[in-house]
């Protein structure tokens, strides 16, 4: 779980509630109308913009993304690499066939090095591989982007409609307050669902596809490497350079005995 994700949202939530709450009752902002133009007006405009498997696949990947903390450290990744090229060295590429990883990626680079690819069949795969998880993100944070670009305007179409209802009913000073309520809220909703849900999401998420990208990278490096014989020592202080200097500390590997 990442948990600053969530904290984030619900702190963002609760301030807006308390805020809410402090000379009204909530029930003052809850207008069922408004809400529907925004959520089902932002919803439309996304379908327009986006096939439906992409917003789908955007919802996921923001959920077991952005809400989930299961990215390896680059510094664990460089000490597994290291192990991996460690054993290549003493048992040849076949040596790899038993070892077990988390990590999808690399799992997949080890296979495709057990079964006898050419390095460069290899390092093809490998990186349209990482070409397609990163499309999969870039799509998925335009589809909250746009979320968070629609909301907002669509706000404002329900803040006309509220606006005409209000002056078509002027006559009528009980109708005034209704109207009115759904002029400023669709508003209210449309800041809130972008400033505090898409936008947020979408920041999340380019961050994530930057770090996944990082790490496939790195594996991708070591891949090459390993397979091109390469010192382990010499190969650890070359992906060093995916760390900040102050966590490089322990990556080297140990001599051999």
């Known amino acids: 779980m990442d948990i600053l ?5 619900v702190a963002g939530v609760l301030i807006v509630g308390l805020a809410m709450l402090a000379n009204a009752s909530l029930l003052t902002f809850l207008n069922l109308p ?3 133009i925004v959520l089902g007006g932002t919803f439309a405009v996304t379908l327009i913009k986006f096939r439906l498997p992409s917003v789908m696949e955007a919802f996921r990947l923001a959920f077991s993304a952005a809400f989930t903390d299961r ?5 664990e990744l460089i000490r597994e690499v290291g192990a ?3 054993v290549v060295r003493k048992e040849g590429i076949l040596g790899l066939e038993n070892h077990q990883t988390d990590n999808e990626f690399l799992r997949k680079a ?5 079964d006898g690819h050419a390095p460069e069949l290899v390092e093809e795969a490998l990186a349209q591989e990482a070409r397609q998880t990163g499309e999969r993100y870039e799509v998925a944070e335009r589809v909250f982007r746009g979320i968070g670009e629609s ?10 409609v509220g606006l005409v209802q209000m ?3 002027l006559d009528d000073p009980s109708s005034i307050g209704p109207a009115m309520a759904i002029a400023l809220l669709t508003t209210l909703y449309g800041a809130f669902l972008a400033q505090l849900i898409a936008l947020p999401l979408a920041d999340k998420l380019q961050l994530k596809a930057e770090d996944e990208t990082r ?10 490497n390993i397979m091109r014989g390469e010192n382990p020592r010499v190969m650890t202080e070359l992906l060093s350079s995916f760390v900040h200097p102050a966590q490089r500390t322990g990556l080297t590997p140990e001599r051999e005995v």
């Open 5 to 9: 994700t969530l904290v984030g949202l």
């Open 34 to 36: 408004g809400l529907a």
């Open 71 to 75: 990215m390896a450290r680059p510094t």
């Open 84 to 86: 991996l090229a460690m």
């Open 110 to 114: 080890i296979t495709l090095c057990v």
């Open 151 to 160: 909301a907002p305007a669509i706000g404002m179409l329900g803040t006309l």
């Open 167 to 169: 002056l078509n009913t």
């Open 215 to 224: 790490n496939q990278m790195l594996i991708i490096t070591s891949i090459n």
